[in-house]
């Protein structure tokens, strides 16, 4: 019983720490999916965009025609 109460502190930290880890972890993986899910929905719109000269673009002086 008194290895019990001697190392029942250390054990106790110890799974903490490990659930507060785990937790980070699990959060990072889980913003960096939907991060990349962000960014492809983006690269989808742009890639589906019809593709057009801004006004700005054809009024520039020096422009070839």
Known sequence: MEYF???APSAGVGLIFFWVMRSIMQAD?????????????QA?????APVSE???QSARPGKSD
Not at 29 to 41: G, I, L, N
């Open 54 to 56: 801004s006004p700005e």
């Open 44 to 48: 989808a719109d742009r890639a589906s």
């Open 5 to 7: 109460a001697v190392l």
């Open 29 to 41: 993986r889980r913003e960096r999916a939907e991060t990349d899910r962000f960014y492809a929905a």
